[in-house]
């Protein structure tokens, strides 16, 4: 009998625990999407006309689908060869998150540490001279979030892309001038993951580029996507151009090397958008079977803002609105939570000849990407005006998180005490502070006064979740409403630790 009541038991507090994920509820929130792509497209147009690139690619992804491209200009201006979704252009520094991920799938394999000391891999770094002596060894995550205390290094790193492993290790051989202690401070450091790139070398046996080309490029059918200019198709190669004195100058492009790490890649809009399908897979958070190359919570660890957040309080949208944005680098990428609650996921991209960006917002399930043959385009600035012309638009929102089964039963229980709290101590839901912190007869006091404020009870409102134990609901009144809000404790089944109730509009 005692086994019985127990399964019971077990039953009952594993149906409360049960996580609900996240979903869209709008039916017609794709054909909404649609609706927006003409605007869009000008959007861009409009944009790269503005600022003379001298060509363009674009997608658009929505839940892991590349759903519309667009492209105007040339890949080779002598040439007059128009751009398209298929033509292949050097990505820069969006080539830096396949680094992490492959750090990460290595990490998951058990083949490295992300606080190891990078010397364990790269016995040259042994050399380094920090600034002072109780400085901390770089480790891989240091490098990974910009971290290890190298100074940032866009103009000579852009022009680094072609040295030989032998030329990185004797900057190590020398030792590195330091700008900064490893770990206390963010720069940008091309140097940095062109490290990490010798680490997947030294770790998996394998170049860098034959680790990413076999383990995420292949496994994705991205085959169009190179390394080395000079293996692409001439047709399909975009050539890279400086604007200088109201004309197109065209640039050398640079061979394969030991920074290819840091920004080498070279790929089409119908290839990357397959990469880009990867990170929005990994939401929301579930119980499906993993079916991506990198495990789902190892890319989620990837978008995390692991640095230092940064504040820009005078930032503003693209419409020209106040709204302050907080940032911070990740693993790779670049992580953004604006205003409006609006989380930003991705990654620049600019060398000499190309500027690149792509975009997602997780939480919304859509993603941009944009390439140009211009130095250092700010296709960043193109993709957030039409992210933001997108959700504007189409007036999509984020996923519903849906109300956990013990949140569900708890407001149930509330509301079965309300107003008058008569003997709540029997009732079993409240945890062992509660009636340290909140007194029966006050509280009884205060739900009174408010239901007389709010009139005669027109019902209760759905319970909003903010997690699996946080969340509201809202009793609407004749005169007034009320919002009831609560959190759980993380007992099994958990119990009401702290309560709010008052008044709303």
Request: aromatic fraction near 12%; proline fraction near 6%; include cysteine.
């Amino acid at each position: 009998m005692k086994k019985y009541l127990y399964l019971i038991l077990l039953l009952s507090t594993t149906a409360f625990a049960q996580y609900k994920p996240a979903t869209f509820t709008d039916p017609d929130r794709l054909k909404k999407i649609a609706a927006t792509f003409p605007v869009i497209d000008s959007v861009y147009k409009k944009y790269a006309e503005d600022n003379h690139w001298p060509g363009m690619a674009y997608g658009i992804v929505v839940d892991g689908k590349l759903v519309y491209t667009g492209n105007s200009g040339y890949t080779d201006l002598e040439l007059k060869t128009p751009v398209t979704s298929k033509s292949d252009f050097r990505i820069a520094s969006m080539t830096k998150s396949f680094t992490a991920m492959a750090i990460l799938k290595l990490r998951d394999e058990g083949k490295l540490k992300l606080d190891d000391p990078a010397s364990l891999y790269i016995p040259e770094m042994k050399n380094n001279k920090y600034l002072t002596r109780d400085a901390a060894p770089v480790t891989i995550r240091h490098l990974l979030t910009h971290s290890a205390g190298y100074p940032e290094d866009n103009p000579w790193g852009d022009r680094q892309l072609a040295v030989s492993d032998e030329q990185l290790l004797n900057i190590y051989r020398k030792g590195v001038s330091f700008s900064n202690n490893p770990g206390q401070g963010y720069e940008y450091s091309n140097l940095g993951f062109a490290t990490l790139g010798y680490i997947i070398k030294k770790v998996s046996g394998k170049t860098y580029e034959d680790y990413i080309t076999e383990y995420i490029l292949k496994p994705l059918g991205m085959t169009h996507t190179y390394w080395e200019y000079t293996k692409v198709p001439k047709t399909q190669l975009a050539l890279g151009y400086r604007w200088l004195d109201g004309k197109w100058v065209e640039q050398p492009l640079l061979h394969d090397g030991a920074y290819g790490a840091m920004g080498g890649l070279i790929t089409t809009i119908e290839d990357f958008y397959r990469y880009t399908a990867v990170h929005m897979n990994a939401w929301p958070i579930r119980d499906d079977a993993e079916s991506g190359l990198v495990k789902r919570s190892s890319i989620r660890e990837m978008q995390y803002p692991w640095d230092l957040s940064y504040l820009t309080p005078n930032a503003r949208t693209t419409t020209g609105r106040l709204c302050p944005t907080v940032a911070a680098y990740a693993y790779g990428l670049r992580w953004a939570k604006d205003c409006d609650n609006k989380v930003y996921v991705g990654h620049t991209g600019g060398l000499p000849g190309f500027g690149s960006n792509w975009n997602i917002l997780p939480d919304y399930g859509v993603g941009v990407v944009c390439f140009a043959n211009l130095t250092y385009a700010n296709a960043g600035r193109a993709n957030l005006m039409a992210l933001d012309t997108l959700v504007a638009l189409s007036g999509i929102k984020p996923r519903e998180l849906p109300a956990s089964a013990i949140l569900e039963q708890r407001k149930s229980d509330l509301v079965k005490l309300l107003p008058n709290w008569t003997n709540p101590q029997a009732t079993g839901i409240f945890a062992d502070n509660f009636f340290m912190d909140y007194f029966p007869d006050k509280l009884k006091a205060e739900a009174t006064e408010l239901f007389a404020k709010a009139g005669k009870i027109v019902s209760v409102g759905a319970m909003v979740p903010e997690n699996n134990l946080r969340g509201y609901f809202i009793i609407k009144g004749e005169k007034a409403n009320i919002k009831v809000s609560f959190t759980l404790t993380p007992e099994n089944p958990a119990l009401v630790q702290e309560y709010h109730i008052g008044l709303v509009q």
